[in-house]
């Protein structure tokens, strides 16, 4: 009798492809839905705080809001990742904004926009986890791979990004009918978006990538002793100067982007512009962000990241002069906005495939919550700043105060790179 064929047994590398294949689908699924709940709910949340405040200053906190409760989020969300790896982390996000959506439907309904901003800082969880999500997918990543796999993840968000605005006015018609004021809908909408992630990331991400890569790696859990994340951060960067630099050009690539897109609709409304022609603008800027990043992972493995980051840096320099100059053009405007969204992409890939590839899987979480808590402070902090300028200056002085701040980084990142350093160039 002849015995039954055996399967051939299944190596180590092999499983950790299979499991890293399984991640990045099980992450760009929750970016897609996420995003959806994000940029949903974000599409009227200006319009409904001027609505309920009577005021448009008050009404520019909504985006503030969600930017804060992005940067507040993020230091706690790698603190559970630490702890109990990728899936608690972002569960805890995602479930954070699901609660701002309820409080945001509740805050409509009783007419009180302190509480609706109250809402919004928590409804940042699910920018938290969208920039979370990123850094989860480099994990397993081998060697050369990290910015290819983390780039999948970022033109996930393009889908949620696009689809989202389109979908509020049908959330709004819907949740009338189901007996909800106008426009709680699209928070309502945004919160089942938020708790089909959730579902998502609880259910299918498994094995946890950041629980198994410490296993392959022989990587100890920080354990409960290690629960000051910011010091833990800290600790590892001043061992990893390339991790420094990473966390440096991502911060910049954000402010420019931020601080340059945010004052670009107002500068088009002045102009002239309608509302058809500022939304064509901000759509091409946010598929230069993007639509090409899986491109941009590419060019950052094959090239080094340090070069991408620098073609990045001259991207925004290009894309601040282009709006600086632009007057009343709006096909330069428009060039500038496309040529701004590429650089950001160029820095938050590069960079962060960086910061992935620089630090020790141990102090990784931390290091990389830091990474989101700058870069969404630096955000915020920045279209402050370009209001301001924009305000008592103009909109080509803003072109000017953020061309000389990238190329005084990207000099910088020029100049130290001579000096050889341990970490991943």
């Known amino acids: 009798m002849t015995s039954a064929p055996t399967k051939p047994a299944v190596s180590p590398s092999d499983r950790i492809s299979r499991v890293q294949r399984r991640t990045l689908v099980v992450l760009s699924a929750a970016q897609i839905v996420g995003g959806v709940g994000v940029a949903v709910g974000l599409a009227l949340s200006s319009v409904v705080v001027d609505e309920l405040s009577g005021s448009t200053v008050i009404s520019g906190f909504a985006g503030t809001a969600t930017v804060l409760g992005a940067a507040l989020l993020a230091l706690p969300t790698a603190k559970a990742s630490g702890q109990g790896g990728r899936r608690a982390g972002l569960s805890l996000a995602y479930l954070a904004a699901l609660a701002g959506c309820a409080i945001s439907v509740l805050a409509i309904s009783l007419r009180s926009w302190p509480l609706l901003?109250?809402?919004?800082?928590?409804?940042?969880?699910?920018?938290?986890?969208?920039?979370?999500?990123?850094?989860?997918?480099?994990?397993?990543?081998?060697?050369?791979?990290?910015?290819?796999?983390?780039?999948?993840?970022?033109?996930?968000?393009?889908?949620?990004?696009?689809?989202?605005?389109?979908?509020?006015?049908?959330?709004?018609?819907?949740?009338?009918?189901?007996?909800?004021?106008?426009?709680?809908?699209?928070?309502?909408?945004?919160?089942?978006?938020?708790?089909?992630?959730?579902?998502?990331?609880?259910?299918?991400?498994?094995?946890?990538?950041?629980?198994?890569?410490?296993?392959?790696?022989?990587?100890?859990?920080?354990?409960?002793?290690?629960?000051?994340?910011?010091?833990?951060?800290?600790?590892?960067?001043?061992?990893?100067?390339?991790?420094?630099?990473?966390?440096?050009?991502?911060?910049?690539?954000?402010?420019?982007?931020?601080?340059?897109?945010?004052?670009?609709?107002?500068?088009?409304?002045?102009?002239?512009?309608?509302?058809?022609?500022?939304?064509?603008?901000?759509?091409?800027?946010?598929?230069?962000?993007?639509?090409?990043?899986?491109?941009?992972?590419?060019?950052?493995?094959?090239?080094?990241?340090?070069?991408?980051?620098?073609?990045?840096?001259?991207?925004?320099?290009?894309?601040?002069?282009?709006?600086?100059?632009?007057?009343?053009?709006?096909?330069?405007?428009?060039?500038?906005?496309?040529?701004?969204?590429?650089?950001?992409?160029?820095?938050?890939?590069?960079?962060?495939?960086?910061?992935?590839?620089?630090?020790?899987?141990?102090?990784?979480?931390?290091?990389?919550?830091l990474s989101d808590l700058i870069m969404n402070v630096c955000g915020a902090t920045g279209t402050i700043v370009a209001g301001a300028i924009v305000g008592m200056l103009g909109y080509g002085m803003l072109g000017l105060v953020v061309g000389i701040m990238v190329a005084a980084a990207g000099l910088w990142l020029v100049a130290v790179r001579r000096h050889p350093t341990p970490d991943v160039p």
């Open 117 to 369: 901003l109250a809402g919004l800082v928590l409804v940042g969880g699910g920018s938290a986890a969208s920039l979370a999500s990123r850094y989860s997918a480099t994990d397993l990543s081998p060697k050369g791979r990290a910015a290819r796999h983390l780039s999948l993840v970022v033109w996930a968000s393009t889908i949620g990004s696009v689809a989202g605005p389109n979908l509020a006015k049908p959330a709004d018609q819907i949740g009338m009918r189901l007996g909800l004021v106008e426009k709680a809908g699209p928070f309502a909408f945004a919160a089942l978006a938020f708790a089909l992630a959730l579902i998502v990331v609880i259910g299918f991400l498994r094995p946890d990538p950041l629980t198994l890569a410490r296993e392959v790696n022989g990587s100890k859990d920080p354990g409960p002793g290690r629960n000051r994340t910011i010091r833990t951060a800290w600790l590892t960067l001043r061992t990893t100067p390339m991790a420094r630099r990473a966390l440096v050009m991502i911060a910049v690539s954000h402010t420019a982007m931020v601080s340059v897109m945010s004052m670009t609709p107002v500068k088009l409304h002045h102009d002239g512009s309608n509302l058809d022609v500022i939304g064509l603008v901000i759509s091409l800027h946010i598929a230069g962000m993007y639509v090409l990043s899986p491109v941009v992972g590419w060019l950052a493995d094959k090239a080094g990241k340090v070069p991408v980051l620098v073609l990045g840096m001259a991207l925004l320099l290009s894309a601040a002069a282009l709006a600086g100059t632009a007057g009343h053009r709006v096909w330069q405007v428009t060039a500038a906005l496309v040529l701004l969204g590429l650089g950001w992409s160029c820095g938050l890939v590069a960079g962060s495939a960086l910061v992935s590839e620089s630090v020790p899987l141990e102090g990784r979480p931390a290091v990389q919550g």
